[in-house]
């Protein structure tokens, strides 16, 4: 007879063969037996977390900077509603994690026991799939089905809710290699014609231009060579999503900086002139159209996703090539180089008079902004930050709000799963917990959260976890006591009514990191700026950077509500020259 | 819309809607309704009607017909969100004006009255293969297949010939000639 295997004994089978070595969780009564089981497996590392919220974001984390799933482990009810957010947010950003969570046992569902909630119920809108087991028989092809669901096709996480009493139930098992390999949905579906059209339009185009996503870092790290190949290869221009930063070098001449509603001034009015727009691995995300009925009018516009539904979504494209990054990129560059030798002086010469034009938005230096010898500017803060840092390979990871625009600005990122931050979910609270992942799937190396006041409070807890383990991450928080996002839109939009985003009662982090047993550090003037980052990179244990900031800078530039891309609001220093100050409030 | 304090824009562009009828083959298995009722909720579509059953037993398949209106961005949205859906197998689209396909839905209605108003209700049914479930001396129970658009007529005729009870189904569908839906 073979040997039965409890459903706990199932999981970490299954984990064991898919190579998992990191689990983020929290425990509780309804897993309570997989806990039990832990000890048995020592290849499989838990890193108990302070909340799980944390929990999930320190495993987007993981995966986003490891390319590996990133796998949690909670209770029923309050477990699984907590980590609600850190799965939209997976979800919203493409991130695969698989969530494991407790369950009252089978004959008390729906009876509302303790701690019991509908957690399929409620997962079902921000997972990819989920699955209640409810037959032991089933756990193993569950488990193996959920890895495939999460990193396959378009990432994303899944979630597997086991009731307790099928974590004690003993069943078979059978090694994955022998299983039946399950067909995988939404592969690549283009052809050749595809990429001989797309290199047509390429060789006719005067005005071109590449608009690159998450997706090329999701499509691994040979994705971000193939594009720094192809751009190379084409002198064709690029610019990148808030989640592509990393996968082209952000010191790169090519490069014109992030597009967006806080994107350079020569992307968005690349974007808007071009007469062909390549997207590669994006959404067109509300955050980067701007007004729809008035993107990019004069552009043939190609749209290259696995995922078929992000096709046609928002804006209309001439030509769709379904199919991973990867595949596409090397189909695009082996047929150029075959049939176009010359591809890349004709194109050069062709191309000139755009790249004259792309340098007349460039001098405009848009994200310019007015330094003071007298007070931190949050920008400066940034630029010296990457000025301290870029010689080592360093992990950023951020909140959400201005300071996570003036790191995506500021911060030049030269390779891919380097940048992690939450982009369409926009979750406050995630930089600190996604650090904590980072860390532990880079030891060794320098990972820091560039952080706001308000969002780290969020998940402050967090830092314990940080302690615990001797994840050295810096939390380097740009202090302007407000809720700076929040504070700039109710400035430019809403009369200057600064209404609940002002914090009264801040903690003194300094004092908190202490009472933590991490290390505080606080700079108050430009002078001691560097001294203290330096001082901070140089201490191996987490840090808590308390920078104050000016608590009146915003964000520029910006594309305003409502507005096309070529109608940018700028910094300051161009609204006093152009004195448009007065209008510019009315453009908003 | 000039003076917005939106973050998000509003398209001025809105195209024209249209019916679609969808159909879904599905596996039966617990809360796939709800993922694919869910979806289109979660993601504002709507519902005009809704029927569902298992087609094969032995590979547990369900069929699920969805009439819905929407603008063809939004139907080709519909109809690529539901692929995605892991327990989905494939997904059928037609027009509802589309003469290759046939859509009926059932109606059974209980007309309570005197035997010649009962037998007026049939005879006004008699268009739609009108089939008597039960009948009393007071009372009929009459099933009729036909079109959305005819029982709502019928609902209305009949109101007068003593028309008590009404449930009906969601509209199921199939293609004309030798071919099936691939």
Redesign the interface.
């Known amino acids: 007879m073979p040997k039965l295997y409890t459903g706990a004994e199932i999981v970490f089978k299954c984990l064991e063969e898919k190579k998992v070595n990191h689990i983020f969780g929290y425990p509780g009564g309804a897993v309570l037996p997989i806990y039990d089981e832990l000890k048995n497996h020592t290849s499989i590392k838990h890193i108990l977390v302070r909340h799980e919220q944390g929990a999930g974001h320190a495993a987007e984390g993981y995966a986003r900077s490891s390319g590996k799933p990133g796998v949690v482990l909670v209770t029923s009810g309050p477990g699984a509603t907590n980590v609600v957010t850190a799965l939209t947010d997976a979800y919203m950003d493409s991130v695969p994690l698989v969530c494991i969570s407790g369950q009252v046992p089978t004959h008390l569902i729906g009876t509302d026991a303790f701690q019991e909630c509908d957690t ?2 409620i997962t ?2 921000c997972t ?2 989920n699955w ?1 087991v ?1 037959d032991v028989n089933d756990l193993q092809r569950i488990m193996h089905e959920a890895f495939e ?1 999460a990193t396959t096709g378009r990432p994303g996480p899944v979630l597997v809710d086991i009731p307790k009493d099928i974590q004690f139930a003993k069943t078979k098992y059978i090694s994955l290699k022998k299983e039946k390999k399950i067909e995988i ?2 592969k690549n579906r283009f052809n050749q014609k595809d990429i001989d059209q797309l290199i047509e339009l390429m060789n006719k185009a005067s005005k071109p231009i590449f608009y690159t996503g998450g997706g090329v870092v999701n499509s691994g790290p040979k994705a971000s060579e193939l594009l720094r190949e192809l751009v190379a290869l084409t002198g064709f221009p690029i610019t990148s999503t808030l989640q592509g930063l990393g996968s082209y070098p952000g010191d790169d001449n090519q490069f014109l900086g992030m597009l967006g509603m806080h994107g350079t001034y020569e992307a968005n009015n690349a974007m808007h002139d071009c007469d062909l727009l390549i997207n590669i691995g994006a959404r067109f995300d ?1 955050r980067i ?5 008035e993107f990019s009018p004069k552009s043939k516009k190609v749209h290259i996703d696995i ?3 992000s ?3 928002i804006i ?1 494209v001439d030509l769709a090539i379904v199919g991973d990054v990867t595949d596409v990129i090397k189909s695009t560059t082996k047929t150029l180089k075959k049939k176009n030798i010359n591809l890349e002086k004709s194109n050069k010469q062709k191309i000139s008079k755009w790249w004259q034009q792309i340098q007349k938005w460039r001098s405009k230096e848009s994200l310019n902004f007015i330094n003071s010898d007298k007070i931190i500017k949050p920008q400066h803060a940034v630029q010296r930050l990457y000025e301290l840092t870029k010689n080592q390979d360093t992990f950023i990871t951020t909140e959400v709000g201005q300071h996570q625009m003036w790191a995506a600005q500021h911060y030049k990122f030269n390779k891919p799963n380097r940048w992690m931050t939450s982009g369409g979910l926009g979750t406050m609270g995630y930089g600190l917990p996604a650090a904590i992942g980072v860390q532990v799937a880079n030891p060794k190396k320098l990972v820091i959260d560039v952080a706001g006041e308000a969002s780290i409070l969020m998940t402050m807890q967090e830092i314990s976890t940080a302690i615990q383990y001797n994840l050295p991450i810096k939390i380097f928080i740009l202090n302007n006591q407000y809720m700076g996002m929040v504070r700039q ?1 109710q400035e430019l ?2 009369e200057k009514n600064y209404s609940e985003s002002y914090s009264e009662a801040l903690p003194d982090f300094v004092k908190l990191a202490e009472a933590y047993g991490c290390v505080g550090i606080r700079a108050e003037n430009p002078d001691e700026l560097d001294k203290k980052i330096e001082e901070m990179i140089n201490i191996d244990k987490p840090v808590i950077f308390d920078c104050h900031v000016d608590q009146a800078e915003n964000c520029f530039p910006m594309i305003p ?3 096309p891309h070529n109608q940018m609001l700028l910094g300051p220093k161009d609204q006093e020259e152009n004195k448009i100050t007065g209008k510019g409030k009315a453009l908003v | ?1 000039s003076k ?10 809105v195209s024209k809607l249209e019916t679609h009828i969808i159909v879904v083959w599905v596996d039966n298995e ?2 796939v309704l ?2 694919v009722v ?1 979806l289109f909720s ?1 993601r504002g579509y709507n519902i005009e009607s809704l029927a569902v059953a298992e087609v094969d037993q032995k590979i547990n398949i369900s069929r699920i017909t969805i009439v819905t209106t929407g603008t063809p ?1 939004v139907i ?2 519909i109809v ?2 539901l ?4 327990p989905v197998h494939k997904v059928g689209n037609f027009k509802r004006e589309d003469k290759n396909v046939i859509f009926k839905e059932m109606a059974l209605f209980k007309v309570v009255g005197s035997a010649v108003k009962i037998k007026k209700a049939l005879n006004a049914c008699k268009k739609f293969n009108p089939v008597i479930l039960d009948q009393t001396k007071k009372s009929a129970v009459i099933q009729i297949t036909a079109l959305r658009r005819e029982i709502d007529k019928m609902i209305k005729n009949l109101k007068s010939h003593g028309l008590i009870s009404v449930s009906r189904t969601g509209a199921v569908a199939m293609t004309r000639g030798a071919e099936i839906f691939n």
């Open positions: 399929t119920g079902r809108p990819k799939h209640l409810k669901v949905k939404n509300d159209t701007g007004k729809i009925d995922d078929p539904s096709i046609n979504k209309k839109w939009l809403h509500s409502g507005k | 819309m917005s304090k939106s973050a998000y824009s509003t398209p001025t562009k617990a809360s709800s993922r869910g979660g961005e080709q949205q690529l969100q692929k995605k859906l892991v």
